[in-house]
């Protein structure tokens, strides 16, 4: 029988010749752990969809973030619950706003760890939508000035990066120039820049309480069909200042993180959302999967598809596994 000369098996055949011919390496340095803040004290709401994710009080937080920077974890994305809805979204770029607490009181705490704010106005607006309103539609130009002010709020609190979500178009550009007239030129720009209209984000509109009241999201997030629209959509957030570049969610879409990463020169992120998250959690439930090897190798393939960064709910956990 003929066998060739080069034969794969060889370095497969104990852990650490794998270890050392290993092409993708995970690192607790490439996450990013969402969390939720919301108003009180002493709060602490499970999310029912999301096992081992809630609503927390900044104290609570506090304590959340204690065991992140024990882990070493290296940043914390943040979203915010409003104590008030209305059409506009106010409460988002309120200086006395939850996100705006939170962050001051974590970096107070923690002045090393890089603390990313979402920005968008869903969990904000009574409507459920990322923009203000004309009629039943959102209008991207009007919803600019908002996001701006959002971000700048944050930037104000001491955030270390923004990361606007909403998927309006011109929006990198217009925070990136906010910022830096008022000084805050070092704050960098986390863009949500190939953002997919997706089912996968159902159980984070329970943890955020911002499911849209009315229609859906389409005609701002992406079709799931398009692959080179996310390369026009990136070449533009780049052009308008746009630090790192985001794909969401990751699993369905780990061709376009890797025609991302392969098209640019920008650090490349990519979300592990919600009903990623959900699905592997329920499936673990059940018994059905082996949760420490599922997790690893989920985030082992968002990262050999090119991201550079992961924002991802297992964030604790993987460390966890990585460090053992």
């Not at 937080?61 to 409003?82: D, N, T």
Request: proline share 5%.
């Amino acid at each position: 029988m003929y066998f060739p000369a080069y034969r794969p098996r060889r370095l497969r055949r104990t852990e650490n010749l794998r270890r050392m011919v290993r092409e993708t390496r995970l690192s607790v340095d490439d996450f990013i752990y969402p969390l939720f803040a919301a108003p009180g004290k002493g709060v602490k709401n499970p999310v029912p969809s999301m096992p081992g994710v809630f609503q927390m009080s900044v104290d609570q937080l506090l304590e959340e973030v204690e065991s992140v920077s024990a882990l070493r974890i290296p940043a914390i994305l943040l979203f915010g619950l409003p104590r008030e809805k209305d059409e506009q979204g106010s409460e988002a770029h309120a200086s006395d706003g939850v996100v705006q607490v939170a962050v001051r009181a974590i970096k107070d705490r923690f002045p090393d760890l890089v603390v990313v704010t979402d920005v968008c106005l869903c969990e904000y607006t009574s409507h459920g939508h990322c923009g203000v309103l004309h009629g039943r539609e959102v209008d991207n130009d009007a919803t600019l000035d908002i996001l701006t002010r959002v971000a700048l709020s944050h930037a104000r609190a001491g955030a270390d990066m923004v990361a606007p979500s909403d998927m309006m178009d011109g929006r990198v550009r217009s925070i990136r120039q906010a910022l830096d007239e008022c000084g805050f030129e070092q704050v960098s720009i986390l863009s949500y820049a190939a953002k997919y209209c997706s089912a996968f984000y159902g159980p984070f509109r329970e943890a955020a309480q911002s499911a849209p009241q009315f229609g859906d999201r389409r005609a701002y997030q992406m079709d799931a069909a398009n692959g080179m629209e996310a390369l026009r959509e990136v070449a533009l957030d780049i052009e308008e200042g746009a630090d790192i570049v985001m794909v969401k969610p990751a699993l369905p879409y780990l061709d376009v993180i890797r025609k991302v990463k392969e098209s640019f020169n920008r650090p490349v992120a990519a979300y592990n959302v919600s009903g990623e998250y959900s699905m592997i959690k329920a499936a673990v439930e059940r018994g059905w999967l082996d949760e420490r090897k599922v997790v690893l190798e989920t985030l082992t393939a968002i990262r050999r598809a090119g991201a550079d960064l992961i924002l991802t709910y297992f964030a604790k956990d993987a460390s966890r596994y990585l460090q053992e």
